[in-house]
């Protein structure tokens, strides 16, 4: 027969390419995991890493490393030959800083304070259970036409309040879908893609914001010991990501993932009791409580408005009038603490999850405990980061790398777009946020400040990477979670099998995401975030 590449004439069976296709992407993505497997927990990375820098330090001060200080004559910080040293740690004067500053190297770290804080209020919110009520309302009221679209969306916004959406959100998209005779695993993949491949963005600040922006700051440093980074310093950019990433979550659902699934075989289930759960609906209480928790929010802002405004607004900066650089701006933690902790009682209050002073003292007790092991990353984190520091092996990896960038003349949008891909590719193998820009920002921050851009919009960049690939690596914290709810469902599923139903959304969001980042900031022009540069120096 005519078009017949078999012998027989029938025509040509692409059983075999897809199965060949589908081979190579199990290979690649258990390559993937194999790889991660061998990275230690990010606590002993960053100590074997704080060895391994001393050791470099001493070295490379032996050899006599040393570049061309770029900064004007005269700038903070700059020697008086114009040459950056690496300097010697492991020796006596070197041992004696160390040792002297271990402690206020940790409390001095600027990320802990702020994230304690904002986490305050969050835990107040979070115990009331009024996060909850207001994703399972969000969720469940939500027109069938636009139910993937809104989990994708209470996804992105569950941010907030840390690990609500992965412990909450994910389990109720997989029984909503389910419900609605639906395939549950679409339902748990938009929840995931929008809480953790949307981690970033969001219409509110939250715990990650004050958490990346002291990174970003003590990095910046490296190159200006003044420059200061807000935990607002993305928001615009993050505001108009969320509707983005929902959209794209919507798309990638409805015509990629849950067409690839099929219909729903309830013999699949590792357990059939699963199939039998029934979605709490938010109570009349409850919906009493979350109105006055959103009167509450209301007022609230609309007291901040009045500080912040008029242009006498008593929360602006009192020397130049404006909002950049104002206490409204320097204080922005403070107003998330208010912000959740405020609707939280009230919402408590009214429901009766909060009796007493003694529960909301249990629920900020609650949310720092959930801390620990942030507090003990951080106490490493500080150490690396004082002394990449100190040593200066982080201004000579700056200056060394902008030469070369320059050398290559590698600048603008691709300049930005290879480094969204680096930080991808790096979390894949290390899943932390803070413990990946820990690591990474020391180096990138100062080395792209030289090329010419500004702290906050090489932040916004790096976000796109690491939220983007969050999805697909089994180092995420959260990734055994997901994976165990999804057995319920589908008994046969395994991490490969997670990884292929995740990574459309990883594509679509890195791809889109990087496209709209090089818009916002090489075509339109706009900054970031409040008062934040694109350009450095601010031009």
Known sequence: ???????????????????????????????????????????????????????LSAVMSYFGVSVIDPRPEGTSGRSADGMIEVVNLLNGEGLARIVENLVTNFTGFVPLGTVLVALLGVGIAEHS??????????????????????IVFAGIMSNTAAELGYVVLIPLAAVIFHSLGRHPLAGLAAAFAGVSGGYSANLLLGTVDPLLSGITQEAARIIDPTYTVGAEANWYFMIASTFLISGLGYFVTEKIVEPSLGEYNPKDADDVSV??????????????????????????????????????????????????????LKGIVVFIFVFFALPGYIYGKITGSIKNNQD???????????LSIYIVLVFFAAQFTAFFKWSNLGSVMAVSGATFLSDVGLTGPLLLVGFILICGLVNLML??????????????VPMLMLTGYAPEMIQAAYRIGDSSTNIITPMMSYFGLILAVAMRYKKDTGVGTLMAMMLPYSMAFLIGWTILFSVWVFVLGLPVGPGAETYYPAQ
């Open 431 to 444: 899943g932390s946020a803070s413990a990946q820009w820990a690591v990474t920002a020391p180096i990138f």
């Open 129 to 150: 259970g009024m996060i909850s009520a207001a994703l399972r309302g969000l969720v469940m009221n939500a027109p069938k036409k636009m139910v993937t679209f809104t």
């Open 275 to 328: 199939l039998e759960t029934q979605i709490e609906k938010v109570s009349s209480v409850e919906k009493k409580g979350l109105l006055w928790a959103g009167i509450s929010m209301l007022i609230f802002c609309l007291l901040l408005a009045w500080t912040v405004v008029p242009a006498d607004g008593i929360l602006r900066n009192a020397e130049t009038g404006l909002v950049s650089g104002s206490p409204f």
């Open 1 to 55: 027969m005519q078009g017949s590449n078999s012998p027989n004439g029938s025509p040509p069976n692409n059983n075999f390419d897809t199965a060949a296709k589908s081979s190579r992407m199990q290979r690649f993505l258990q390559g993937v995991e194999w790889l991660g497997n061998l990275l230690p927990h990010p606590v002993i990375l960053f100590v074997w890493m704080s060895v391994l820098l001393l050791l």
């Open 360 to 370: 909301v003292v249990d629920a900020m007790s609650n949310a720092m405990s959930s």
